[in-house]
């Protein structure tokens, strides 16, 4: 059974809607009239939960991630624009069932908030702009020509380096890359965790990060806050590093504009109560209003007080699932299968994220995580209807998939390698020493395998560094194998199966 892997005071469920092509990703809380809220890059919906606690006494909020951030689905596109961001929240909230709501966004969730209030003003009840960029042409051509690196993996990890310095340059100076006196900022240095979750955002996004920056930066905040139509708030936070803009807007009969604020009850109340305008016209939603998909390819599974995450490819009508290596992901295991067989679309395959890894929740921390594993494996299995079908598992993962009859494996097992712990510290050393760890132990396990492209080996490093038990269930994997010598001679016949 699972828990959630953030503490709140309003328990929060989690869930997937489908937008267009791909899925959308989202937290929700509380009862009542419904506020849907937008987050900033490059962070996800994990970063409005205390927004979700202020509100959540009165109002069922869901936060979602953008499309390309957390857990969210990228846009199928190179170079989206805000009509593709737009796009994708109206066929979000469709597919919630949402009517008429209240919005929140912060930074890039304003510019999308603001431009979506501007196409359907009519589902907008009351809008709330925490943050609104409103650059001038100077400051907009600098942002884009300076702000936005590209994230490219490479051997020697100097990409790693290159971001850890930017995520903490970025909490020193605005623009980060403006290193002066006169854009030091005020205000001190994160907690390590708060450090360290902006760090994730960037690493679940990659390089599609630029994406939703770009959009929001090319967004002219101030020309659209003169054009809105439904009742609005301007504010944000005093310690936002963009507070100065709040006094660059206009304000209007339609748009009310607040003094950045240091009280966080003061900048929550003024929240909660611009959401109190027209309430009485959004009925309460309830999980039952969604329309139900008949074919997904994406599930969030309710397992105790946490949720299970899988995700399908391909056709047919004998369902296999597959465990995916440690560090790894659902989506990497497809990949893996799709590389390894020509023929892996004639087979609906679908892959678990293993607990406390991916988009899954973890256990509580005085469980058996192998044990856990396997009963998340057993329920995976009964819930999306795989029977008899086969369990493949790729790299650790066959550890857990060993004990079931017509076992599979894709790839070396790698259960006997060492994991390295993503031991969180605040100058880098573990995250950094860790693409090194990952990169050599690849090397030395296979010769004459080449060398690992980098592109994959940052995926299991993004994993290891956003699956709060990847590492200890890889651990206790290894642990597991040292002393069961029969798993140990059913995953070698496998391994000679296979070759």
Not at 92 to 118: K, M, N, P, Q, W
Not at 161 to 185: I, K, M, N
Request: charged letters at 20%.
């Amino acid at each position: 059974m699972l828990v959630p892997r953030h503490a709140t005071r309003h328990p929060y469920a989690r869930g997937l809607v489908r937008a267009g092509d791909g899925y959308v990703h989202y937290r929700r809380a509380g009862n009542g009239p419904v506020v849907v809220a937008l987050h900033e890059s490059p962070r996800s919906s994990l970063s409005l939960l205390p927004l979700m606690d202020a509100l959540a006494d009165r109002h069922t909020v869901i936060a979602l991630d953008t499309p390309g951030y957390g857990q969210s689905d990228p846009l199928p596109l190179a170079t989206p624009r805000m009509a593709d961001f737009t796009r994708a929240l109206a066929a979000a909230v469709d597919g919630l069932g949402l009517g008429r709501f209240a919005l929140y966004g912060t930074h890039t969730g304003a510019a999308i908030a603001t431009a979506f209030a501007l196409e359907a003003p009519g589902r907008i009840t009351s809008l709330v702009l925490d943050g609104l960029a409103a650059f001038t042409p100077a400051e907009r051509e600098a942002f884009l020509q300076h702000y936005l690196p590209p994230f490219e993996p490479r051997w020697d990890g100097a990409h790693l380096a290159q971001l850890w310095s930017r995520v903490g340059d970025s909490y020193r100076w605005f623009p980060w890359f403006a290193r002066t006196p006169g854009t030091r900022v005020a205000s001190p240095l994160p907690p390590l965790d708060k450090f360290h979750e902006t760090l994730e955002g960037f690493l679940l996004a990659g390089d599609a990060y630029r994406l939703g920056y770009a959009c929001a930066a090319s967004f002219d905040g101030r020309a659209a806050l003169a054009q809105l139509r439904v009742p609005t708030l301007l504010c944000a936070q005093d310690n936002d590093v963009i507070a100065s803009h709040v006094g660059r807007g206009v304000a209007s009969d339609h748009v009310r504009i607040t003094r950045p604020v240091e009280s966080r009850e003061e900048w929550a109340g003024g929240i909660r109560a611009q959401f109190m305008i027209d309430a009485a016209q959004t009925l309460p939603w309830r999980p039952a209003d969604a329309p139900r998909e008949r074919d997904p390819r994406r599930v969030l599974l309710e397992w105790g007080n946490g949720f299970l995450h899988a995700r399908g490819r391909g056709e047919g009508q004998s369902p296999a699932l597959v465990i995916p290596d440690l560090p790894d992901t659902a989506a990497g295991a497809l990949a893996d299968i799709a590389a390894a067989d020509d023929n892996a679309g004639d087979v609906r395959h679908w892959a678990i994220d293993l607990p406390g890894s991916g988009a899954s929740d973890p256990v509580p921390h005085d469980t058996d995580l192998v044990a856990a594993a396997a009963a998340a494996v057993d329920f995976m299995r009964d819930a999306l209807q795989v029977g008899q079908g086969a369990v493949i598992g790729c790299g650790a993962g066959a550890a857990l998939a060993a004990p079931f009859a017509g076992a599979q494996v894709c790839g070396l097992s790698r259960a006997q390698w060492s994991v390295p712990a993503a031991q969180r510290d605040a100058h880098g050393a573990a995250f950094l020493g860790s693409w090194f760890q990952l990169r050599d132990a690849q090397v030395d396990a296979d010769p004459a395998g080449g060398v690992p492209d980098a592109r994959r080996l940052q995926q299991r490093h993004t994993a290891l560094w956003t699956g709060p038990q990847c590492a200890l269930l890889a651990q206790a994997l290894r642990q597991r194998l040292a002393e069961d010598t029969a798993l140990r001679a059913r995953l070698r016949a496998l391994e000679g199966e296979a070759n």
